[in-house]
Each structure stands twice: as structure tokens, then as C-alpha cells.
């Protein structure tokens, strides 16, 4: 008989690069190798398997896993002069968009591993051991991967759950769709099935994710009404599960932001009051040119609808400065709609050129200098209106989800509806619980409060 544990007293180094759909990749990755026996190490140092979960989305991401490889090969090379060995397998989008490249120039690697070949590891760790060279896989089969996936441990209060993969939008700055393949949405059964065993486990918070959440589409559960389901009537049916209290989405196209999503936002009150809807930029002749399918005012007039059905939702977004073509004047447009909007948070990027999409070959890139000096400006604004938001709780009462132990003692840190990190004094019994805080400070990257006295809630 087959030892079950053939890895008995390895260990696992997992290290995640950009997204959240990586953070849950990774946990996944884990939760694929423990039954073989392997432990989680801290470090590369002392890890028998180092995975490097990897992000394609801007240069500097890809390069930096080749950076981290040049430090395992040494860690490998050590080991080998006394015997032993690390394994290094490198999975995520790089692994998609490189391939065989990265064996070239980095022969040490012993695994790469598409985003959707992952639940394959196991097999590919014993082949690699067996044939003692590199192996690849890249295949594009989401529905497997899920169906291969072991049933998940919960974590702590709050977990990641993927409901949607890949893009079909086809921007022309972006990657994912070649490196994620097709938009593909996982079925209603096994969205609730994964969602129930981690409310069973005490997860109250769950983030739904996909590289566009809100294009996800199903057919309903057996015996309920309606031809397809999109995400709005997914989280009214997920809120119908006892013990999960608070819902999140993200990643949302303004493209798909339908009315159903809309009303359930302003009804449902497990659904958070927060958005992220990237818009990337201000100015209609670069939105075209990214190919992004709405203009500014398109994106102005949803966000009141928005608003309309939800007045306090806290909005986020991404924002690319210095996309081909783009002028100080369309730069400009883009501070415009951060004006109209009022963003509660958001991420900026400097356009990155990506080899092999339509952005990279078009004329009038943008130089870095001005790329810079738009991004600090951007930046600027963004980060008033963050701080500003976060000024706008102080003498509130919110309800946070304490989620981990703080840096100071005593300290517990959870999260307001509006996703900011609380920090408050109160006992370490509460871990998991939801109670009210008065809010009555700001840090740089947090709000500060204390517990109301006497309203410990469950
Ligand atoms: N699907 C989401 C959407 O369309 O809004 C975004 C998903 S993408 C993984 C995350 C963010 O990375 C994008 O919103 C964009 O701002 C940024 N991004 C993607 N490609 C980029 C590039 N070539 N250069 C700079 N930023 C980029
Ligand atoms: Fe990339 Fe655009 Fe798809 Fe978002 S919608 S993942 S930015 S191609």
C-alpha cells in the first residue's frame, strides 16, 4: 500500500504576490499539501518546497519573483552540497504568461504551475521527483480545480471565497485575460457549499472574489425561480446563512453593475456599504483607448444610482496614470472625477507596459517622469479623501468584526463595515464577535475606539 503522507515532516513555504485571488489561491495550495504531510514553514530557510504564487499584472511584480528565484537558488545550491534539496515550484500568473521561459532562465525551478493547474500539484511534485526534471502545467480548466479541491479549513472570523475566474473585457493595458483565461463563474451549488462549511466553522465575514465579481452568473438552485442568477440575488442567497453576518465583493466592472446588484446593495444589510468599482481613468478618449467600455459620465451617473440605493457606501477604485496618449489635460479629467466621486480608499498604478497586450504596442507612451510626477499628484488627492473619510467616523458608533490580535497587548484589531482596521482595547474572548466601538481616533492607516460598555453583542 502507498504511504498517504508520503511528505511526512516536510514543510511548505507559500509566498503570494498581488491579489486577493492569490491570497486564496494560496491558502488553497496549502490545504493541498498538508494531507501529503507537509507542514507550514515560516521561512524559505528552512522549507523542503518553496511555492512562489506569482502576479503578472505589472512588470515589477514579475520581476521580483525572478529576484526571490536568484535567492532560493542559492538556499538550493547549499543544501545540495550537503545532501538535501529544496523544491521550487512556481505557480500563478507568471508561471501562465512565461512558461517554459522561466526553466530557461531559471533551471533550478523544479514546478510552474498555471493558475488553473494548481489542484495538480501533488502529481506534479511526485512526477518531479520521479523524472528529477522540470515539469509544467498550464492546461486552462477552472470547473476541475474546484472539483478536485479538498473541503476547506476556516482560518479565523473572515475568509476569501472565489466565485468567478478569468476575463472576457479584454482591456488593453491588462494581462489577466491571457494569463486567467475566459470569465468563467463557479455554480451556485459550490459557491453555497463552500460558503456553509465556512460559516460552520465560524467564519462570519465572507469576501466573494473574481478578476470581475460582478460578471458572475448562474443558474438558480434547484426549485427557485428565475432563468439566471447574478451576483445581487447570489449574496441575498448567501445571507440567508445562519451565522455569516457580513458580505463583501470584489473585484466590480462598472460594465457589470446591473440593478440587481444595485437594489440588493441598498436592501441587504449583510452586504457591507462598500464598493470597489474601478475606473482607471477620467478622460473619454483614453477610456476608449483602453478599451474599457464606459465613458466618465457613465461612471458618475452609476455611482449615484449607487448612492441612491445605499447614501453611505464607501467607494474604492483603481486608477492608472500614464496610459498611451495620455496628455497633463486628460490627466486632468481623471483628478475631475476623483473630485465628483470621493473615494473612502483606492489604489494607483503607472501604466506598465505588458508584453503581448495592445497597449504595449501602441505609439506615445507616456515618460516616466511625467508618469511620476502625475502619479504623486493623484496620489495626493486620494489620500486626503482617505483621510478624510476616516475623519467623518470619529464620534460614530460602528460595529466591528474583531478579527486578530493587535500589536500592543490588550489590543484587538477588527473591521468596520467600511473595511477600516479598528484597534481597541478589549479581551481576546472577543476574537470572532461583532460589537459596537466608538470611534475616536484616526492613525495614518486605522481608526482607533473603544468598546461601548454594557453592548458586547455576540
Ligand atoms: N477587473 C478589474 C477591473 O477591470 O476593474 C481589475 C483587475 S486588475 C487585476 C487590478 C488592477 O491592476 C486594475 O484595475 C488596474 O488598475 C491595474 N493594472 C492592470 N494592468 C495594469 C498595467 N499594465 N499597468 C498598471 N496597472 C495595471
Ligand atoms: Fe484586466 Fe480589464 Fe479584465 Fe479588469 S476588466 S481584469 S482590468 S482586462
Known amino acids: 500500500?502507498?504511504?498517504?503522507?508520503?511528505?511526512?515532516?516536510?514543510?511548505?513555504?507559500?509566498?503570494?504576490?498581488?491579489?486577493?485571488?492569490?491570497?486564496?489561491?494560496?491558502?488553497?495550495?496549502?490545504?493541498?499539501?498538508?494531507?501529503?504531510?507537509?507542514?507550514?514553514?515560516?521561512?524559505?530557510?528552512?522549507a523542503d518546497l518553496v511555492v512562489l504564487n506569482t502576479c503578472h499584472i505589472r512588470e515589477k511584480a514579475a520581476e521580483k519573483?525572478?529576484?526571490?528565484?536568484?535567492?532560493?537558488?542559492?538556499?538550493?545550491?547549499?543544501?545540495?552540497?550537503?545532501?538535501?534539496?529544496?523544491?521550487?515550484?512556481?505557480?500563478?500568473?507568471v508561471a501562465q504568461a512565461e512558461g517554459s521561459e522561466i526553466t530557461s532562465r531559471a533551471p533550478y525551478v523544479n514546478m510552474v504551475v498555471g493558475p488553473?493547474?494548481?489542484?495538480?500539484?501533488?502529481?506534479?511534485?511526485?512526477r518531479a521527483a520521479r523524472e528529477?526534471?522540470?515539469?509544467?502545467?498550464?492546461?486552462?480548466?477552472?470547473?476541475?480545480?474546484?472539483?478536485?479541491?479538498?473541503?476547506?479549513?476556516?482560518?479565523?472570523?473572515?475568509?476569501?471565497?472565489?466565485?468567478?475566474?478569468?476575463?472576457?473585457?479584454?482591456?488593453?493595458?491588462?494581462?489577466?485575460?491571457?494569463?486567467?483565461?475566459?470569465?468563467?463563474?463557479?455554480?451556485?451549488?459550490?459557491?453555497?457549499?463552500?460558503?456553509?462549511?465556512l460559516a460552520a466553522q465560524g467564519v462570519r465575514e465572507i469576501t466573494l472574489l473574481g478578476q470581475n465579481v460582478n460578471a458572475w452568473?448562474?443558474?438558480?438552485?434547484?426549485?427557485?425561480?428565475?432563468?439566471?442568477?447574478?451576483?445581487?440575488?447570489?449574496?441575498?442567497?448567501?445571507?440567508?446563512?445562519?451565522?455569516?453576518?457580513?458580505?463583501?465583493?470584489?473585484?466590480?466592472?462598472?460594465?457589470?453593475?446591473?440593478?440587481?446588484?444595485?437594489?440588493?446593495?441598498?436592501?441587504?444589510?449583510?452586504?457591507?456599504?462598500?464598493?470597489?468599482?474601478?475606473?482607471?481613468?477620467?478622460?473619454?478618449?483614453?477610456?476608449?483607448?483602453?478599451?474599457?467600455?464606459h465613458t466618465?459620465?457613465?461612471?458618475?451617473?452609476?455611482?449615484?444610482?449607487?448612492?441612491?440605493?445605499?447614501?453611505?457606501?464607501?467607494?474604492?477604485?483603481?486608477?492608472?496614470?500614464?496610459?498611451?496618449?495620455?496628455?497633463?489635460?486628460?490627466?486632468k479629467e481623471t483628478l475631475a472625477v476623483v473630485e465628483e466621486v470621493g473615494y473612502a480608499s483606492a489604489y494607483s498604478f503607472k501604466y506598465s507596459r505588458r508584453p503581448g497586450t495592445p497597449g504595449a504596442a501602441m505609439q506615445k507612451q507616456v515618460p516616466e517622469e511625467q508618469k511620476s510626477e502625475h502619479l504623486a499628484q493623484l496620489q495626493a488627492l486620494l489620500e486626503r479623501q482617505r483621510t478624510e473619510f476616516n475623519q467623518k467616523q470619529v464620534g460614530k458608533s460602528l460595529p466591528v468584526l474583531f478579527e486578530k490580535a493587535g500589536r500592543k497587548h490588550g489590543q484587538l484589531v477588527g473591521r468596520s463595515p467600511y473595511l477600516q482596521s479598528v484597534h481597541v482595547s478589549a479581551p481576546e474572548s472577543m476574537?470572532?464577535?461583532?460589537?459596537p466601538v466608538s470611534i475616536e481616533g484616526v492613525t495614518p492607516n486605522a481608526l482607533a475606539g473603544v468598546l461601548k460598555e454594557g453592548e458586547y453583542a455576540a
Open 1 to 46: 500500500m502507498t504511504d498517504p503522507r508520503p511528505n511526512q515532516g516536510k514543510s511548505v513555504f507559500v509566498r503570494t504576490y498581488g491579489c486577493q485571488m492569490n491570497v486564496y489561491d494560496s491558502e488553497r495550495i496549502v490545504g493541498l499539501l498538508k494531507p501529503l504531510g507537509y507542514s507550514v514553514a515560516e521561512t524559505p530557510d528552512n
Open 296 to 331: 466618465a459620465e457613465h461612471y458618475i451617473r452609476l455611482i449615484e444610482r449607487i448612492r441612491a440605493a445605499r447614501p453611505d457606501i464607501a467607494l474604492s477604485g483603481d486608477f492608472i496614470v500614464g496610459f498611451p496618449g495620455e496628455t497633463s489635460e486628460d490627466f
Open 116 to 126: 488553473q493547474a494548481y489542484h495538480r500539484l501533488p502529481e506534479l511534485l511526485a
Open 217 to 293: 452568473a448562474s443558474a438558480p438552485p434547484a426549485g427557485m425561480a428565475g432563468s439566471a442568477w447574478g451576483l445581487g440575488e447570489l449574496c441575498r442567497h448567501l445571507a440567508k446563512i445562519d451565522g455569516l453576518d457580513r458580505i463583501r465583493f470584489t473585484t466590480s466592472h462598472p460594465r457589470d453593475m446591473d440593478d440587481g446588484l444595485i437594489a440588493a446593495l441598498g436592501e441587504e444589510e449583510k452586504l457591507m456599504p462598500y464598493l470597489h468599482l474601478p475606473v482607471q481613468a477620467g478622460s473619454d478618449k483614453i477610456l476608449k483607448a483602453m478599451n474599457r467600455g
Open 65 to 93: 519573483v525572478y529576484s526571490d528565484l536568484g535567492r532560493l537558488k542559492r538556499i538550493k545550491n547549499s543544501r545540495n552540497k550537503t545532501g538535501g534539496d529544496l523544491k521550487i515550484a512556481v505557480a500563478g500568473c
Open 132 to 197: 528529477k526534471g522540470e515539469v509544467l502545467d498550464t492546461d486552462f480548466a477552472v470547473e476541475e480545480k474546484f472539483d478536485r479541491l479538498a473541503e476547506r479549513k476556516a482560518d479565523g472570523p473572515t475568509a476569501f471565497l472565489t466565485i468567478q475566474e478569468g476575463c472576457d473585457k479584454f482591456c488593453t493595458f491588462c494581462v489577466v485575460p491571457y494569463t486567467r483565461g475566459a470569465e468563467v463563474s463557479r455554480s451556485i451549488d459550490a459557491v453555497v457549499a463552500e460558503a456553509r462549511s
Open 431 to 435: 476574537l470572532g464577535s461583532i460589537a
